[in-house]
């Protein structure tokens, strides 16, 4: 019940347009720093450089929520740009991810597109790899179609699946030979759209998982829950699938042993570093899923 409570007011304030645009200005607070690499490019590279030197490779995200103008978004695009430079330059072992609302789906949707292929011919110029993260159940059809539409053009571009939505099987069904993340999801939906029990989230999630591997696409699995890892680890066996298919992915800062341990074990273990000053919403959206972190955001209080 306090659960329920503590996580339905993080997410509620992971959406305050308010408190995000405050927090921009605050500079990582609440011990947000163990979960966001700082604010900075560098300091992204940084942390990917370090957990490169562990055996793990790195997909980093510049956060960024409530895009409301073409110039943000074109910010956004450039900022896009210089990433891919930079992670060209340092020669870390990492790719990108995005968000379509950041380079301005919800203001034009080809100006989204167009944006979406500078950063793709970026990419490709440098043989790098960009994933569209998946955002709520309201951009879902249309990241989707982004995504069909950039598939004709480019190979170096993937999205996310989430597990908690109905809908989701038949969309990796018909993703067949895209690579796919699959995670279980982060939003708030309604029972309409999405699975409220844990019991059934986990279920779809392995039945995508089967599905997506079966089907002989690279496949994500992006999850900290030892209970799916060891069932796909049991799979892959079972089915004799090759570890070049398909790697692990957990967030910069969570199961940080179990992140090495993977690698250690030989398979692909990649680890999803945020950056930049928008932190609030995607530190609000990790407390939310378990709020034993709120231990350390109250520690973080009193550090900064
Ligand atoms: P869940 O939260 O159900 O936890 C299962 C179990 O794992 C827990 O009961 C506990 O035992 C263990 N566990 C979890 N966290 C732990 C911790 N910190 N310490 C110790 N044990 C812990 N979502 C989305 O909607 N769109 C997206 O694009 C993405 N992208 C994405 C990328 C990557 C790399 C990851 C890892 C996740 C995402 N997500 C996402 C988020 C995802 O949808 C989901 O909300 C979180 O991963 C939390 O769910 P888990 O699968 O980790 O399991």
Request: proline fraction near 1%; charged fraction near 25%.
């Amino acid at each position: 019940m306090i659960e329920t409570i503590s996580k339905n007011i993080f997410l509620y304030a992971s959406q305050s347009r308010a408190l995000n645009t405050a927090a921009k200005k605050w500079g990582l607070r609440f011990g947000a720093s163990q979960v966001v690499a700082g604010e900075t490019i560098e300091s992204a590279m940084k942390a990917a450089k370090s957990l490169n030197e562990k055996g793990l490779v790195c997909t980093v995200d510049h956060l960024g929520e409530f895009v409301s103008s073409r110039e943000e978004a074109s910010e956004a695009t450039e900022y896009c740009i210089r990433t891919l430079d930079s992670i060209a330059e340092s020669g870390a072992q990492c790719n990108l991810s995005l968000k379509l609302t950041q380079l301005g789906l919800d203001i034009d949707v080809d100006f989204c597109l167009h944006n979406m292929r500078r950063i793709l011919d970026t990419a490709k110029k440098h043989q790098n790899f960009v994933r569209i993260d998946m955002e709520d159940y309201a951009h879902c059809q249309m990241t989707l179609d982004m995504l069909r539409e950039l598939r004709k053009e480019y190979e170096n571009v993937g999205t996310v699946i989430q597990a908690y939505l109905h809908r989701s099987l038949q969309d990796v069904k018909d993703l067949k030979g895209v690579p796919l993340r699959l995670v279980k999801g982060a939003y708030k939906e309604s029972p309409e759209v999405a699975y409220q029990d844990k019991k059934q989230v986990d279920e779809n999630y392995m039945r995508i998982i089967r599905e997506h591997l079966l089907s002989g696409s690279y496949t994500a699995i992006a999850t900290h829950d030892h209970n799916i890892i060891a069932k796909v680890k049991e799979f892959v066996e079972e089915h004799g699938i090759s570890r070049d298919q398909f790697e692990f992915q957990m967030l910069y800062g969570i199961r940080k042993e179990m992140q090495v341990q993977l690698a250690e074990e030989g398979y692909t273990m990649r680890v999803y570093i945020p950056f930049g000053n928008d932190w609030f919403g995607y530190f609000m959206r990790r407390l939310a899923e378990r709020p034993q972190n709120v231990a350390f955001a109250i520690k973080g209080l009193f550090s900064k």
